[in-house]
């Protein structure tokens, strides 16, 4: 596993965390300290602000879990990965999208994420 791809699980294993302390410390791990996180939902930076809302999304839905989809896309700082929120019966209720920064020190700096999955360029042309 490469360091990408640990630092991507930790920020996985922060959307499924129910509990605070522990979701804080996979926070830690995954995001630098003044890390941005926005989606057409949500707009927070740094570590306490990611961590409540995720816990707002877990509220919303409740005993779903998020997972990754597809394969890490990388190149220089940028990144790219699919995803989808799964439904404690294994239904898919919302995909989307992450593109991300990183940080000098391989952590996350920022995540902008969209709802949908990627449009294939057929489509969009």
Known sequence: ?????????????????????????QIRQAWTENGRYCDPLSDVEGHAAFSAMVEGVQERFGGHHLRRTSPIEQHHDQIRFEWEIVSPEGASVVAGVDYGALAADGRLQQIAGFFGTSVPAEVAA
């Open 1 to 25: 596993m490469t360091e990408l791809e640990t630092i991507i699980d930790r920020y996985f294993d922060a959307w499924n965390e129910t509990d605070g302390a522990a979701r804080l410390a």
